[in-house]
RNA sequence: GGAGAGAUGGGUGAGUGGCUGAAACCAGCAGUUUGCUAAACUGCCGUACCUCUAAAGGGUACCGGGGGUUCGAAUCCCCCUCUCUCCGCCA
């Protein structure tokens, strides 16, 4: 979330800010906030006036009973019932001022990035730059739900039968499939630095909370009830998480994590023409990095990230392109995102397989995630993440793009994760 | 699932009503000593908020979380959460 000095000395910037972001009444919102903070802060003055007040009583009584003068000692503890139900009143006040101050901050989204174009939505993202060239398909191209049911390497109605929609079995050369990419996104980002991490994939109400997926959309995770934990909706909730709390010396700086875990979504209400096949599943797997950095550095971060996805997509031989998310369309808790969409030819889509972002310092306020400066206070750290990559449009990309009247073919930076070149019949 | 024990600062760990924001030790930082390393010695060494500010300073809160008793709570009482140990079960 936002930290209150910011809204207090930057108060422009953070409604022109909003106002990219289509954010209703910012204006409004940001005022009543600045209010509730302003009132807060008076009676937290007052309250800590008396409580000084209490305690110093409180030390002159205990003076007068060692000493044995009772009566005096008698006297200033009728003095302090007056003080005790002031202050108790206050302390309500102030406390029901911060709940409301909290409960305020957290709809308030993340402020973009000054290159983040203005937009309403997707249509609006600004395109950064295509690479590779559209595939040519046979004349009886099919789009990849079609094909893995001729291949037999990912079954749906398996899926449905043992869990629901959106659950599918992979089998045979698609399940290796699977186990070689993963293995091959590991292995690049290792290359690249990161230090590969395996976390719980069920993570706890504060871990939601530090992130930013609670407590406004809870409806996208799956919840045990029972234990009141969440399903992982992406790695970057427990890697980022591992953070939480914590105040990093600088020599330890920057980090970077990587981790794969599988990734649960509810979609609720998401269900339409567009999710076919692999587009969009409840349960699918991803490579995740994530970066701690400090705040002079994260924007250089965040090219080298989205410089690591793209690689990975060339070495795939996957046409793709960058997308600068505008406003509108940026997720609530981000500075700056890039989505990568690879192309995939039988559907003739673009299909996000990534998406990156610099969080700034929104995450890291509410995970109290700082570093320790030279003689100064601790000071909050930029969070970045992204996928490297999210597996299922990938592989749709993949054998849409590669189907030959033979088979499927591999991209040779495969062939010796999968074990075959090729997918035949 | 059953029984018990516990939760204190970066770590270990003392502390059963005021002298405890918290001993001691370790780690860390600065300095003295030193041919180098090591050792020894001295000092510093939590966080948040409020206030004030150029800086310093002052105030309040925090010993897992919440409530209570009391003039006064790390310490006493109640509730909750979590962790550990033993038993059971088990990849």
Redesign the pocket.
Known sequence: ML???VLREQTELVIAGLEKRNFRDAAQQIQSILDL?QK???L??E???L????????????GL??SGQKEQ?EQ??SE??DL?QRT?TLDEEV?QLESQLQEALYKIPNIPHESVPAGKSSEDNEVVLEHGAVPQLPENAQPHWELIKQYNIIDFELGIKITGAGFPVYKGKGARLQRALINFFLDEALKAGYDEVQPPILV?EASGIGTGQLPDKEGQMYHDAA??LYLIPTAEVPITNLYRDE?V?ADKLPIKNVGYTPCFRREAGSWGADVRGLNRLHQFDKVEIVQIQTPENSYAALEEMSQHIQGLLQKLELPYRVLRLCGGDMGFTSALTYDMEVYSAAQGRWLEVSSVSNFETYQANRL?L?Q?TEGG??QLLHTLNGSALALPRIVAALLENNQTPEGIKLPKVLHSYSGFEMITK
Do not use: C, F, V, Y
């Not at 409580?51 to 205990?62: D, F, H, T, V």
């Open positions: 930290q209150i000095p903070d807060r802060r008076s937290q003055t309250r800590d006036e409580q000084s007040r209490a305690n110093n009583l409180a030390k002159e009584i205990g009973m060692k000692a200033l503890k302090t019932s005790k108790k406390q706890n234990d009141n105040i010396s109290k700082r320790r206070k601790p």
